[in-house]
């Protein structure tokens, strides 16, 4: 009798000690959790400032502006939820269901875009109501030079839609530049894979105009 009281003290010692362990990992790891919707499973999905999704964006960033041009983010994700998804998938078959899904589950919930940058980054961030003062009125491109010095073009961003490997996705862009009077409310898509641990955007598209 000792000795089965023993071992079952032992076994809830070394289980108790294992969910600290894994509880200290998660913490470290930036542990985020998603509110569900409605009888949908909880999403969790771990995080640094080394995202997957901050390699997505600098990816779009680089392929929509010249080299060496410098750029200005929206500081939060804007919200973009498809109410048709049938455009997106005629005019990439290839995306799967569980990215463009991932996609829409996150559309209604922004998030800060400067947690997925180091902060030493070359980029700078603009928010909804600096942007909207600035292009209020005709002389929208000089205020916005006076406060971004060299900055040639300004991207908003939406949430990524991944599927579950992390090896494909999808994000919705807005990106303008001069001599746009106003920024643009008009998104095209970017549909992107890793390959060899790095993010290539393989289409850019508007699914309204084909």
């Not at 919200?79 to 455009?87: A, F, I, Q, R």
């Not at 862009?173 to 009077?181: E, G, I, N, T």
């Not at 920024?183 to 289409?203: D, F, N, Q, R």
Request: charged share 25%.
């Amino acid at each position: 009798m000792n000795i089965k009281r023993i071992t079952l003290r032992i076994t809830i010692i070394t289980i108790t000690f294992a969910a600290g362990l894994s509880a200290f990992w998660l913490s470290s790891q930036n542990l985020f959790v998603e509110k569900p919707e409605d009888n949908k499973p909880l999403h969790i999905f771990i995080a640094t400032h080394e995202n997957d999704s901050g390699f997505i964006f600098r990816a779009v960033i680089e392929k929509l502006s010249a080299t060496g041009e410098s750029a200005v983010i929206g500081e939060n994700t804007f919200s973009e939820k498809l109410t048709d998804v049938g455009p997106i998938q005629a005019r990439e078959p290839n995306l799967s269901k569980q990215a463009l899904d991932d996609y829409q589950r996150k559309s209604d919930s922004p998030i800060a875009l400067i947690r997925f940058f180091e902060k030493d980054s070359e980029y700078r961030f603009i928010s909804e109501e600096a942007e909207k003062q600035i292009f209020m009125n005709s002389d929208g491109w000089k205020k916005f030079h006076a406060q971004y010095p060299g900055a040639k073009m300004v991207f908003h961003f939406s949430r990524v839609g991944f599927n579950i490997e992390h090896t494909e996705a999808l994000v919705a862009v807005r990106a303008y530049r001069q001599p746009a009077a106003s920024p643009s409310e008009t998104s095209i898509y970017a549909y992107l894979v890793k390959v060899e641990g790095k993010w290539t955007v393989l289409k850019m598209f508007d699914p309204d105009n084909k």
